[in-house]
């Protein structure tokens, strides 16, 4: 059988955030009733004209930057003409010949192993609205979201597995999020995903006839769609069959795509410059500003984190992964906290318990909740122990962990008054053991550890407890 290389390139279409449409002035909300954020921009009313959104441009601008890619000074809004329920105007403002931004590159890791993938262009156009079907046998058409500012990012054929498609996928959404373009909510569509995909014998330069699956929203389908049809392309190929260029969609609750329009029926758009609209224009000054503007990007961070505050990669992944989180633990640091401890502490304890919804994070504590409570540890004045029993205590309160840890008694036993009386006790319980360790079996100290430390609740100081111990133990009898 043939082994095949699987070609990749995906078109991303992202949602900027802003206030308002990218042509009028409803407001953006989710979840309001069906046809109230609509105007007669949005409606397509006859005579009604488009005003490009200024903040929509910026963060445009903004994530074509991002994205290292090429921002021109003039680009130019074009017609989509198609029919659909849910376009009332008959047509999409997109951008075609003139987009607003080409060839850029993004840093995709997989595995540990770097790849580059290159982007051909970013684009600005406006979403659709959405058509419900099934209500009560009809078909509704909702129009809240028509005219929503979108970007597309389309990338180069680089990419080679449905790893590497995630990967790439994931990347997009975090540089966005950080950047404030997008609120990074797969979950409501906030970033969409074409997967173009073909195969082709190892060693052949020419690629394959690819399909496209269509409207892909998470990491991990893009990665099953990609899989499957990779198989159902290779088992054409292997019976000596072609592969027909069509569009498709992927089914996730039956991991299988189908056929939704074959080229025959492809779309003629017939896309003409916009007349309603002048070409954007954007001055060398606006770039320049809007480069110098950018905020660290999440790659940049992950190396910070790893190669100047010595975080393992793992840790630095999580913590750059929202920008809220990485801000937390920043934070965190600022307030004296030791980086590596503060990232353990943040990862096993303070995300178990942050819900995150798009690019906002709910957190159980403050940055300087953990500061001090890690401080406490630092000191010696409690135990890593108590300090999880303290946390425990200030979740969801805004209590100094130095005064709840004070007032439950939770203070390291560093009394050597209290702690030898206790060993001496142990000792007269288990005289088998007292006579192992002066046997030669030094391990047998661990087993009285770990009986003073039952009996102190785990607040007996470690190093202390374990002086007093080989001090007792190897007096003369
Ligand atoms: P269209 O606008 O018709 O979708 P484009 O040529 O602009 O077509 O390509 C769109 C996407 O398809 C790009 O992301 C590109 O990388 C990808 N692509 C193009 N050719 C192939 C191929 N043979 N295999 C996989 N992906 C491809
Ligand atoms: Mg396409
Ligand atoms: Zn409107």
New binding site residues.
Partial sequence: MTQYET?????IHAQLQTQTKLFCACPLEVGKPPNTNVCPVCLGYPGALPVINAQAVTLAIRAALALNCQVHTESVFARKQYFYPDLPKGYQISQLDLPLATRGFLDIDVEGVSKRAEI?RVHMEEDAGKNLHGLGGHSLVDLNRAGTPLIEI????DLRSGEEAAAYMRAVRDILVAIGANDGNLEEGSLRCDV???LRPLGQKE????T?LKNINSYRNVQRAVETEVNRQAAILDAGGKIVQETRGYDPDRNVTRTLRSKEDAHDYRYFPDPDLPPLKISEATIQAASGDLPELPAAKRARYQQVLGLAAGAAQTLTGHPEFALFFERTLTLGAEPVKAANWIQTEVLRGTETQGASAKFPVSPSQVASLLSLVDRGDISGKQAKEVYALIEHTDEDPAAVAKGKGLVVQRDGSVLEPLCMELFQQHPKAVAEYRAGKQGTIGFFVGQVMKRTQGSADPKLLNEILRKLLEAPE
């Fill in positions: 070609v990749i390139g995906l078109e051909t389309v990338g180069e054929p173009n995909i073909s690629f394959g006839t690819r496209e």
